[in-house]
């Protein structure tokens, strides 16, 4: 076991790192913030990050097969 305590220091700096972009957000305190983070489930730390930040659903879109962004022209994009 000898990666344990570097993943362990590697999650806890990038959950402080999404706390402190949520509190300068203004998103809410740190109490909400750790309900947020704590209600989300086991979640990888960049969908943590979405949760936390209410882009889940992008970060959940960005990552589906086959999805585009809204500017590249995909399906739908108006080639007029």
């Keep these: 076991w000898p990666?344990?305590?570097p993943s362990y220091l590697t999650g806890c700096l990038e959950i402080e790192?999404?706390?402190?972009e949520y509190l300068a957000l203004g998103l809410g305190?740190?109490?909400d913030f750790h309900d947020t983070i704590a209600g989300s489930g086991s979640l990888p730390p960049g969908l943590a990050r979405a949760?936390?930040?209410g882009r889940f659903d992008?970060?959940?879109a960005a990552?589906?097969?086959g999805a585009e962004s809204p500017d590249s022209g995909g399906?739908?994009?108006d080639r007029s």
């Design 3 to 5: 990666t344990q305590a």
């Design 63 to 65: 990552a589906a097969p």
């Design 58 to 60: 992008d970060a959940a």
């Design 29 to 31: 305190s740190r109490r």
């Design 17 to 20: 790192r999404v706390r402190d």
């Design 51 to 53: 949760a936390a930040l």
């Design 75 to 77: 399906p739908g994009a």
